[in-house]
């Protein structure tokens, strides 16, 4: 998926097809973005500062939430950026901003995809093969985020190295864009969706049905009382990487196969693409404000956790902390018991 920049707000450079965009209204989209952004910045916040505050006591788990946490702060900041963008309808900001925000967004969607994938690694780790890895995989867990890390930005460098803020032919105004030749700009736009499409979104969705799969099985035959609502976290988690991105990737799909000529493309349905593009981007999107909800907020050693850090840091009081403080089922150290913060 071309996550680092609304492209659609030019899907070619140059198009015999007239500009029948007008209809689509950008002041939605620009307030999905915005509200996309509040809550992204605020839930992701509380996240870090919990696990910050858990110090000596943090699971493989906290840490992975902890990175996947600033990932998704980091996706959210450049939101603002490309709903004044879609606001505006050209890029105001620069060359320079043009390239640091695009791989940024670049770097920050993988590195959501991969920790998404190594959460999933980690329960199967922890649940199915409790007794062989439970205490070796925590000396690992500092290592595979700083992989994760290095390895988004790799592949961000292409998107850093290529975007520019020029005009295009007919137009006046400054696009944030591949600044790439007419003979190369189709194979370029094909290779970076068939990585996209595989590292970004196929091999995530494979290692998260592998190992959440093996999860629920293991599950299904315990007789702890928290399992359906350990599988209910786990299905909330699938279905919302599936629900905010499939619908993008479906449509991106189609989009190479028209532009490569698999596809016979007429102004009617570039059109109905474009728009259809718009809104499944924002879809995606939003799942970087999804995210704390579901591996955070949902658990219960979190939000007790939450409710402790608030204590300590004297913003409330005894009586309230006890009124809502409820028994957690996380554990870091029983090879059997479950986990619904995943």
């Given at each position: 998926?071309?996550?680092?920049?609304?492209?659609?707000?030019?899907?070619?450079?140059?198009?015999?097809?007239?500009?029948?965009?007008?209809?689509?209204?950008?002041?939605?989209?620009?307030?999905?973005?915005?509200?996309?952004?509040?809550?992204?910045?605020?839930?992701?916040?509380?996240?870090?500062?919990?696990?910050?505050?858990?110090?000596?006591?943090?699971?493989?788990?906290?840490?992975?939430?902890?990175?996947?946490?600033?990932?998704?702060?980091?996706?959210?900041?450049?939101?603002?950026?490309?709903?004044?963008?879609?606001?505006?309808?050209h890029?105001?900001?620069?060359?320079?901003?043009?390239?640091?925000?695009?791989?940024?967004?670049?770097?920050?969607?993988?590195?959501?995809?991969?920790?998404?994938?190594?959460?999933?690694?980690?329960?199967?780790?922890?649940?199915?093969?409790?007794?062989?890895?439970?205490?070796?995989?925590r000396?690992?867990?500092?290592?595979?985020?700083?992989?994760?890390?290095?390895?988004?930005?790799?592949?961000?460098?292409?998107?850093?190295?290529?975007?520019?803020?020029?005009?295009?032919?007919?137009?006046?105004?400054?696009?944030?864009?591949?600044?790439?030749?007419?003979?190369?700009?189709?194979?370029?736009?094909?290779?970076?969706?068939?990585?996209?499409?595989?590292?970004?979104?196929?091999?995530?969705?494979?290692?998260?049905?592998?190992?959440?799969?093996?999860?629920m099985?293991?599950l299904?035959?315990?007789?702890?009382?928290?399992?359906?609502?350990?599988?209910?976290?786990?299905?909330?988690?699938?279905?919302?990487?599936?629900?905010?991105?499939?619908?993008?990737?479906?449509?991106?799909?189609i989009?190479?196969?028209?532009?490569?000529?698999?596809?016979?493309?007429?102004?009617?349905?570039?059109?109905?693409?474009?728009?259809?593009l718009?809104?499944?981007?924002?879809?995606?999107?939003?799942?970087?404000?999804?995210?704390?909800?579901?591996?955070?907020f949902?658990?219960?050693?979190?939000?007790?956790?939450?409710?402790t850090?608030?204590?300590?840091?004297?913003?409330?009081?005894?009586?309230?902390?006890?009124?809502?403080?409820?028994?957690?089922?996380?554990?870091?150290?029983?090879?059997?018991?479950?986990?619904?913060t995943?």
């Amino acid at each position: 998926m071309e996550t680092t920049t609304p492209d659609f707000i030019y899907p070619d450079l140059v198009t015999p097809c007239p500009e029948n965009m007008q209809y689509m209204n950008s002041t939605a989209l620009v307030l999905v973005y915005v509200i996309v952004f509040c809550l992204s910045l605020s839930g992701n916040t509380v996240v870090i500062f919990v696990v910050s505050c858990m110090e000596n006591r943090r699971t493989s788990t906290d840490v992975y939430l902890m990175h996947l946490a600033i990932a998704d702060l980091f996706f959210a900041l450049t939101l603002p950026f490309w709903a004044a963008y879609l606001h505006a309808g050209h890029w105001i900001f620069g060359t320079i901003m043009c390239k640091l925000i695009s791989g940024l967004q670049e770097a920050t969607f993988y590195c959501c995809v991969f920790l998404l994938a190594c959460i999933s690694v980690d329960r199967y780790l922890a649940i199915v093969k409790a007794t062989q890895f439970l205490t070796q995989k925590r000396h690992l867990v500092g290592i595979v985020c700083a992989l994760v890390w290095l390895c988004a930005f790799l592949l961000s460098l292409p998107i850093m190295v290529n975007r520019e803020a020029f005009k295009s032919g007919y137009m006046e105004e400054y696009i944030c864009h591949d600044n790439l030749t007419a003979e190369s700009i189709d194979s370029w736009r094909m290779s970076l969706r068939i990585l996209h499409h595989s590292l970004g979104f196929f091999l995530p969705l494979a290692i998260m049905m592998f190992c959440y799969g093996f999860t629920m099985c293991t599950l299904c035959r315990t007789r702890n009382s928290q399992k359906q609502k350990a599988m209910r976290v786990i299905m909330s988690v699938v279905l919302a990487f599936i629900v905010c991105w499939l619908p993008n990737n479906i449509l991106e799909f189609i989009d190479t196969l028209m532009r490569g000529g698999r596809v016979m493309e007429t102004c009617e349905l570039r059109d109905s693409i474009d728009v259809a593009l718009y809104i499944t981007q924002a879809m995606a999107f939003a799942h970087c404000a999804i995210n704390p909800i579901l591996y955070a907020f949902i658990g219960k050693k979190f939000r007790n956790q939450l409710l402790t850090s608030l204590f300590k840091k004297g913003l409330l009081g005894r009586d309230t902390v006890s009124k809502y403080r409820v028994g957690s089922v996380y554990s870091s150290g029983s090879t059997r018991q479950m986990s619904v913060t995943l």
